[in-house]
């Protein structure tokens, strides 16, 4: 009888590199992930005539950061980037297709943009959480702007009740002033939603607040992807100095 031993192998961590995408190719990578993360993972209606891709009017002026697992190359975290003077080229922010921004005119000039962030199922821990942060603060910080907006998004899957708990518990400690507050063009209807319903806080909101970031007023409901949508306004002199020093040390 043949006698095999067996030794416990301990899992082997993916090698991962975060860049800008350089060429179309790079690009449709980004767009395929996302197709695979909001379209079939997420059931949402994505306006695109590409099949197996997530394409919108915004990809071509914005820059997309890409996270990639070096042993296969595959795109495995994308992060969509929108500088100002692409928003004003543009004529818009993607932001302001749920939110009013006017109270944000004497702040565009030094705005980004974020948006349309996603990752891998299988990529889903914090090493990947950190390379897209890193590679978000080294642009910051490379271009000297000064501001970063987006839509932050939170599952409807119950129907909203948790969004609305959501929102309650971080109006209470992370509500932006009052000359920084945006209206939601389709607001979620907060008073038919019951608000107390255990929720826990999704990880890339958690992680704005915790380097510093404001929500800007009530959540929009946006039927497209079934979500509630927080807006999301950090202030780069708000970031919180260890974060700071851990994200641009490891970009």
Not at 123 to 135: C, F, K, M, P, V
Not at 173 to 199: F, G, I, Q, T
């Amino acid at each position: 009888m043949l006698h095999i031993e067996l030794q416990p192998t301990t899992p082997v961590r993916p090698k991962l590199s975060v860049s800008l995408a350089s060429s179309d190719s790079d690009v449709r990578a980004a767009q395929a992930l996302r197709y695979k993360v909001f379209g079939e993972e997420m059931g949402a209606r994505l306006n695109s005539r590409h099949s197996g891709l997530d394409v919108d009017l915004f990809d071509p002026w914005c820059e997309h950061l890409l996270v990639r697992d070096e042993a296969s190359n595959e795109v495995v975290g994308t992060y969509r980037i929108l500088p100002p003077h692409q928003a004003k080229a543009l004529g818009s922010y993607y932001s302001e297709t749920e939110f009013d921004l006017t109270r944000f005119q004497h702040i565009r000039n030094s705005m980004v943009e974020v948006g349309r962030s996603c990752v891998h199922p299988d990529y889903r821990t914090g090493a990947t959480i950190t390379l897209l942060w890193a590679g978000l603060a080294d642009y910051m910080s490379r271009h000297g702007y000064e501001y970063l907006v987006g839509c932050a998004s939170i599952s409807m899957a119950d129907g909203g009740h948790a969004a609305a708990s959501i929102y309650r518990e971080l109006s209470k400690k992370s509500m932006s002033p009052v000359e920084w507050r945006a209206h939601p063009r389709c607001p979620l209807p907060l008073d038919a939603l019951d608000d107390a319903v255990p929720a826990e806080i999704p990880p890339l909101i958690k992680g704005y607040m915790r380097v510093g970031a404001y929500i800007c007023g009530l959540p929009a409901w946006d039927p497209d992807f079934n979500t509630a949508d927080l807006l999301i306004l950090l202030p780069m002199s708000r970031m919180n100095n260890r974060y700071a020093r851990h994200f641009i040390a490891t970009a």
